[in-house]
């Protein structure tokens, strides 16, 4: 025999840990070139496997290549060939009639249940392609993580429930650049700019509003201006963290010719909601803020006609998969948005 290996004598029942240690698989195709099995040594084929299990299943050669799509001859010479390979016999033949040996029966339930694994494999592998299967990494901003993010959940999971999602906190830059990186697949960030690497998909706008402590002279008032806030302790996200909310305060401050006092540097809204609530300063955010304030806090609109901040989705266009394509026809769906940001185009 190939390989040096000799042959167990017929008469030896052969154990399932022997014949599954028997089970490495060549390619299909290697069945249908002898050549190659023998240089391959003791290893068979799916193609053959399959082959013995029809006749196992029919105990009848002409059933079996009927249903199988060949003729009997060759199937006869596939049977043989498996035989040889690992060293028993499969079958009794006894006046045409064709039953099971002991080390056979043992061969159709190992060599069934793998042939059953082999097809769930390929149902799963075809799954994950058409973004049906597999696992999504979602990196998502503090404030979006307990509102928004979770409509778009339920709704993506009843739509595709065999895709694991892995969820991911984390401020804008760092999860705009682990999109970037490939480290996520998708990302709901604080950006409206355009990027030649990350694809955008606008989700919704947001203006800015000041925080402001109950009992404060400012929280009576419907409206605030920046020049109110100029000499006031300002609560703002660091600029490495929100470079879009830091620079559209700033300049908004200096279009008026003032410079705001920046007192802390606090990167979430949540934590600067909660700087405000101490009394430490009042804050700059995007109204957002206003479903998570608590009654200790006024959340203010401010005059000044200041750009807005999108809340956007975000993927890498160089390892864009389907189910991040899935995750983000959702998410047009849900926001009525079908329209992405694409490289050197401004944001609306």
Known sequence: M???KHSPPRDTALSDEDLRSMLTLLPAEAARDPKRDRVAGQRLSLTRLRYFVAVAEDLHFGHAARRLGISQPPLSLHIKALEQQIGVELF?????????????????????????HVQRVDQIMRGVGAGEYGELLVGCVPSAMYDILPDIMN??????????????????????DEVTEGRLDVGLVWRNVADPVLGTQPILEQKFSAIVPIGHRLSRKQVLSVHDLAREPLILPPRRVSPNHYDHIVCAFARQGLHPRIAYEVPSILSQ????????????SPSVARKFASDDVAVIPIAEDMPPVILSLVWSRERDS????????????????????TAGTPPA
Request: proline letters at 1%; hydrophobic letters at 40%.
């Open 2 to 4: 190939a390989g040096g």
């Open 92 to 116: 009794t033949r006894v006046n045409r009639k064709v039953s099971l040996t002991r080390q056979g029966q043992v061969l159709r339930q190992q060599a069934a249940q793998l042939l059953d």
């Open 155 to 176: 709704e993506f999971r009843a739509r595709f429930p065999k895709v694991h999602l892995v969820l991911k906190e984390g401020h804008t830059m760092d999860i705009t």
């Open 273 to 284: 909601i909660g700087f405000v609530d101490s009394g430490f300063g009042i804050s700059i």
């Open 322 to 341: 389907r189910a991040a394509q899935l995750f983000r026809q959702t998410v047009a769906d849900i926001y009525g948005n079908e329209n992405s940001i």
